[in-house]
């Protein structure tokens, strides 16, 4: 997918924007120089862009400013001056940088409806369902998530949850090119933290739970919880769908500014809310209640928890006006979101699935969905990524093994992390559930051939934590790696006789 978007700004109208016009020297011709883009990666820099280095954890963006120049950059702003480019020095960049990129690409989030999905687990699935129910309803639509970015002429693979605010600008830019009308958009607690979507106005904002996670960045529960609700302000979005299911959802909508529905799956007084629940191996059935409206739903992504994510589309569509029945047809149509509970059949005579689940709570809600399914094994490879919260990592292990018969632990990304050390703190945890065997196999895709091969007719496999990601990254060293592609080449390789006949497993490999 192409953005596709032609903007024009003279470097002099830019210093008058940020108000540094009269602290910097700017020639008359450097005044007047076309500035047609906005980065703040030095190494995507185009010709004619304008380069933002940012302070980072790590480095400062000023350090590239000479990759920056020599890819075309006619400037630069930050909070430093540069020698290798002319730069317009603002206090911090960062804080900037969203309203900046939203007035330079003519406020391109007030031309569309912009639905933004935060919270801990659902937000990708909730995004997916949004877009399929604006389909419905007869929308042209775009969607920006952690899995891909996607527009009416294409997609491309996301790299992150929520894009850097240039980016993020740019592509709504492009998506209005397009006569795209409605957005769905994961907004994480990074992006809000990190002023990523400052700049961008929210038709509707969706708040969807709040579990642990992310506790290497946020200092504590409470501030995840407080950068979260920055995404409610009034001065951000028009209307709110909030989740009422755990404590922080009732906290924030007891005290949101902006009118709000809220929806439920196990209390009745919300405003939309979910009876009847059944969930198998095909799908996932329910009854939504909305006022005097009370209507059965089959969808065809797969466990309970997409009850939550459906309800939280439907509360957000229709605080947003949108046609609640055509909404429902156009969800109930999507019939998958890519590493969500992803179901893996090559002709085994068990179920095999690859799952994003990577913290307690959303286990919580996979394992007894698994449980459902069978009344043989359940078989799990699990792991957990480096450089993230340390305090999830034996849970992590815990819970797996509290629910499944076989834990087989791995890697999955260590990055700079002794991945030796991850994998025992998730062991340890299994090891403490005293229910399952566990196994430690280090190569990830080693652990997903055992766990095949500990399966019988009628159990399940599913290999959890990574969902769609396709690389794992060992010291900044990136593999390409796709569970859902080992897995199907090892139950491929596995295929015949012995799945379906537990008396011949042991000559399965």
């Not at 980016?167 to 397009?178: K, N, S």
């Not at 769905?184 to 996670?213: K, P, Q, Y």
């Not at 006006?321 to 509970?341: K, Q, Y």
């Not at 396709?470 to 012995?498: H, K, M, W, Y």
């Amino acid at each position: 997918m192409s953005d596709g978007v032609l903007a024009h700004r003279p470097l002099g109208e830019i210093a008058r924007y940020l108000g540094v016009a009269r602290s910097v020297t700017l020639t008359p011709a450097r005044q007047l120089q076309t500035v047609t883009g906005i980065s703040q990666d030095s190494r995507r820099v185009r010709p004619g862009d304008i380069y933002v280095a940012l302070p980072g954890l790590t480095h400062h963006g000023g350090a590239f400013a000479g990759e920056a120049a020599a890819r075309g950059a006619v400037a630069m702003i930050s909070d430093r001056p540069s020698e290798a480019l002319p730069t317009l020095v603002v206090g911090e960049p960062r804080r900037m940088l969203g309203p900046l990129a939203a007035w330079f690409y003519q406020e391109p989030s007030t031309l569309l409806d912009v639905y933004a999905v935060t919270g801990t687990n659902g937000k990708t699935s909730t995004a997916y369902l949004l877009d399929a129910g604006l389909a419905g309803a007869g929308h042209l639509t775009g969607m920006i998530s952690g899995v891909e970015v996607r527009g009416p002429d294409g997609s491309r693979a996301a790299r992150r949850t929520t894009p850097e605010a240039s980016q993020l600008q740019r592509t709504l830019a492009g998506f209005v090119h397009r006569q795209v009308r409605a957005v769905a958009m994961e907004v994480s607690s990074h992006a809000l933290a990190l002023h990523r979507i400052d700049g961008t106005f929210v038709r509707v904002a969706v708040f969807t739970n709040l579990g642990r996670d992310h506790l290497d960045f946020h200092p504590s529960m409470e501030a995840y919880f407080e950068a979260k609700k920055t995404l409610f302000d009034p001065e951000r979005c028009r209307a709110a769908a909030i989740g009422i299911d755990d404590e922080y959802g009732r906290r924030l909508a007891a005290g949101v500014a902006v009118p709000h529905v809220t929806f439920s799956t196990r209390d009745d007084s919300a405003d939309i809310y979910a009876t009847d629940i059944e969930a198998d191996h095909e799908g996932t059935s329910f009854t939504v209640h909305r006022e005097e409206t009370v209507r059965r739903v089959r969808l065809k992504l797969l466990g309970e928890h997409q009850v939550d994510n459906a309800l939280a589309a439907l509360a957000a569509l229709s605080v947003g006006g949108v046609e609640f029945d055509s909404a429902l047809t156009g969800m109930e149509e999507l019939d998958t979101v890519p590493g969500r509970l992803t179901r893996v059949d090559v002709g085994q005579g068990f179920l095999a699935f690859v799952d994003y689940v990577h913290n307690s709570a959303g286990q919580r809600r996979l394992f007894p969905y698994l449980r459902s399914l069978t009344s043989g094994k359940i078989i799990a490879v699990v792991g957990a990524t480096g450089g993230r919260d340390r305090g999830k990592r034996m849970p992590l292990g815990f819970l797996a093994a509290s629910f499944a018969d076989i834990v087989v632990v791995t890697d999955e990304s260590p990055f700079f992390e002794d991945a030796h050390e991850l994998r025992r703190a998730v062991a340890e945890g299994a090891r403490n559930a005293k229910h399952a065997l566990v196994e430690v196999i280090a190569h990830r895709g080693e652990a997903i051939k055992a766990a095949v091969a500990h399966a019988e007719a009628g159990d399940v496999v599913v290999i959890a934590g990574r969902g769609h990601d396709r690389v794992i990254n060992r010291g900044g060293i990136e593999e390409i790696f796709e569970d859902r592609v080992i897995l199907e080449q090892a139950l491929t390789a596995r295929s015949g006789p012995e799945v379906v006949c537990p008396a011949s497993r042991s000559g399965a490999g």
